[in-house]
Every structure is written in structure tokens, then in C-alpha cells.
């Protein structure tokens, strides 16, 4: 395993539709972390994992959004009754706690709510 | 909360000119790192600094870490085309087990050759 995967790589829906993204994290890291960026900005926290605890969940994030990593490897993202304001790219990254807290980062997962 | 700032938002230099981006923070930073995200690509980690006013360097890229820990830069000498994209910088406030990345907007940089 060389990298982070996410899939599907792309997801169109439509409006009030739930949608579920998948994040593989490098085998070896036990930090999980989503993000969701639009154009022109900076990669916007939404919440990490450390093993399968959910350490933090930012606050600007409604319930309709759950993640879950049951088994500390890979990690999903639900989103629930979708919103248009939901569209954006949904990024996925992994780190180890020690040793250096560089994460790598997945392709992302670009939602558009039609 | 924690608010990590970047400025410029956008610069546009001509190829072979130098480049500069600025990072602050909010609060004093443990470490801050440095991302690239080319055009439709994802971020990508160039470098880490931990020590209070570390300077790095990676060819023509130089990074350093405030003396308070609590600001920083990336400089390009002699801007290339391969150097477009957007650069983020982000840091953690504090070495915890459980403290999050925060990262700034960014500083979009194009290369006009």
C-alpha cells in the first residue's frame, strides 16, 4: 500500500439523497482525518480519527455528516438528505501520532448535489 | 479558536522572479507545515519545522519557523512553471494525542513564462 485511497472518486446525487465515501488510509497510520475544500480554499477540517475513536468533530458540521472507522483501518463518511451547499471536494488523510505529523492526503472524492 | 492566516491570496510572477508567501497564526504553534496542491490535484506535504526559528531548505524552496512559533514562510528563488499551484501552510496548537491540523487558505501562485 503506497498511498491513500478514496472512493468513489467522483459522486453525482441528487438533492435529499444520502451519499457514503470510503477513505483506505496507509496501513501503517493511525490517524484518519476528512476534510472538505471548495475552490479557492484551504482543505476545511471536519473530523479525525485516532485508531477508531473519533477525537473531534468541527462544530460547523451539521448532523446530517457521521464518520465512522470501526476498525481503526478504513474510514467512511456519510452524508445524509444532501444539500446542494454539500457539493465539494471530500478529502481524506492520514498521519502516524508520532514521529512527525506530515499527513498524506487521497485523491478526494468530488460530490456535486444536483 | 485557533485561525492560521496566509497572505498573499493570489500571486502571479513572471518566470525566474522570486516568490514569497506569509503564515500566521493564531495561537503559538508545535510544529507548521508546508503543502502544494497543484490544479486539480490534491495537497501534497513538502516539509515540517519544529524548532523555534528553523530555516529549511529544499533546492530553490526555503521555509522558517518564526521565533515565537507562531508564524512563517516559504520563499522560491527563481519561480519556475513546476512551482504553480496553491501552498498551504498548517499546524497543530499543541503536542497533544488528540490536537487537530489547521490549515490556512492558502497562496495560489502563478507563473507566467
Known amino acids: 500500500d503506497t498511498g491513500v485511497s478514496q472512493d468513489p472518486r467522483h459522486k453525482i446525487t441528487k438533492r435529499g439523497q444520502n451519499v457514503t465515501f470510503r477513505c483506505d488510509p496507509i496501513?501503517?497510520?493511525?490517524?484518519l482525518y476528512w476534510y472538505r475544500q471548495t475552490l479557492g480554499q484551504g482543505p476545511e477540517f471536519l473530523t479525525y480519527f485516532q485508531n477508531e475513536a473519533q477525537l473531534e468533530k468541527s462544530r460547523l458540521l451539521s448532523d446530517r455528516f457521521s464518520a465512522e472507522r470501526p476498525k481503526g483501518s478504513f474510514s467512511t463518511l456519510e452524508i445524509q438528505r444532501t444539500e446542494q451547499g454539500d457539493s465539494a471536494m471530500y478529502l481524506c488523510a492520514s498521519s502516524l501520532e508520532f514521529g512527525g505529523y506530515e499527513q498524506y492526503f487521497g485523491p478526494g472524492t468530488r460530490l456535486t448535489v444536483t | 479558536g485557533q485561525q492560521v492566516m496566509q497572505i498573499p491570496q493570489y500571486q502571479h510572477v513572471q518566470e525566474g522572479e522570486d516568490f514569497t508567501t506569509y503564515c500566521n497564526s493564531s495561537t503559538t504553534l508545535s510544529n507548521i507545515q508546508w503543502y502544494k496542491q497543484r490544479p486539480g490535484g490534491h495537497p501534497v506535504f513538502l516539509i515540517q519545522?519544529?524548532?523555534?526559528?528553523e530555516v529549511k531548505k529544499q533546492k530553490r524552496l526555503t521555509f522558517q519557523f518564526g521565533e515565537a512559533k507562531k508564524n512563517s514562510s516559504l520563499h522560491i528563488t527563481a519561480t519556475q512553471t513546476t512551482d504553480v499551484g496553491t501552498y498551504f501552510c498548517a499546524g497543530p496548537r499543541v503536542v497533544t494525542s488528540y490536537d487537530k491540523v489547521i490549515f490556512g487558505p492558502g497562496t495560489s501562485l502563478s507563473v507566467i513564462p
Open positions: 496501513s501503517e497510520h493511525n490517524r
Open positions: 519545522l519544529v524548532k523555534s526559528g
